[in-house]
T-cell receptor, first 117, second 115 residues
Framework: AQTVTQSQPEMSVQEAETVTLSCTYD???????LFWYKQPPSRQMILVIR??????QNATENRFSVNFQKAAKSFSLKISDSQLGDAAMYFC??????????????FGKGTHLIIQP | GAVVSQHPSWVICKSGTSVKIECRSL??????MFWYRQFPKQSLMLMAT?????????EQGVEKDKFLINHASLTLSTLTVTSAHPEDSSFYIC???????????FGPGTRLTVT
């Protein structure tokens, strides 16, 4: 079975600074997706960024980028120029890629990100 | 686009009664819908996967007779919590996909409180 581990229950960063959230995972599969989701107080899940395991290039989305280390099974999220609106729970998630899209996500326990003004 | 709604957003029911939660894809046809459960300050746990017109597939440890899932159309899936007990109180979130794509579109969730 796949597992996703987020070892930082809570992180705090000053506004405009950079913060990195850690995630490791365990799988025997070679073809999969990794995601970072944001869950603000409204509890609506918002996709932040995704990474396909077959791609060597790290994904980036504006201020958000990942450091994907497939051999180490590590998938960290870097948030640059942190903004107050970034404050939320962040979940790392895994999904197998083969067999189409009909597979649910496996989530880590989440990291609560606090932005200090 | 790609909006998923849930109804109700919050429900309180008495122990022993049943409650139904609806998940709708508003602007696309959802070939597959997923149901997750989230305990307070915890992660999301996949409960089951449902495909339109077929029986749901439940994750290990999820009681299929307690959590009845029906995916009757390409835009609607329902989760019925039967004979609810206080330990069923939780936040239930659905998500949906269309075809073989990577992104799941999440509903806003339903808070269930069983008294």
């Amino acid at each position: 079975a796949q597992t996703v581990t987020q070892s930082q229950p809570e992180m705090s960063v000053q506004e405009a600074e950079t913060v990195t959230l850690s995630c490791t995972y365990d799988t025997s599969e070679s073809d999969y997706y990794l995601f970072w989701y944001k869950q603000p107080p409204s509890r609506q899940m918002i996709l932040v960024i995704r990474q396909e395991a077959y791609k060597q290039q790290n994904a980036t989305e504006n201020r958000f980028s990942v450091n994907f280390q497939k051999a180490a099974k590590s998938f960290s999220l870097k948030i640059s120029d942190s903004q107050l609106g970034d404050a939320a729970m962040y979940f790392c998630a895994y999904r197998i890629r083969v067999g189409g899209g009909a597979d649910g996500l496996t989530f880590g326990k989440g990291t609560h990100l606090i932005i200090q003004p | 686009g790609a909006v998923v709604s849930q109804h109700p957003s919050w429900v309180i029911c008495k122990s022993g009664t049943s409650v139904k939660i609806e998940c709708r894809s508003l602007d696309f046809q959802a070939t597959t819908m997923f149901w997750y459960r989230q305990f307070p300050k915890q992660s999301l746990m996949l409960m089951a996967t449902s495909n339109e017109g077929s029986k749901a597939t439940y994750e290990q440890g999820v009681e299929k007779d307690k959590f009845l899932i029906n995916h009757a159309s390409l835009t609607l899936s329902t989760l019925t919590v039967t004979s609810a007990h206080p330990e069923d109180s939780s936040f239930y979130i659905c998500s949906a996909i269309s075809g073989q794509v990577y992104e799941q579109y999440f509903g806003p969730g339903t808070r269930l409180t069983v008294t």
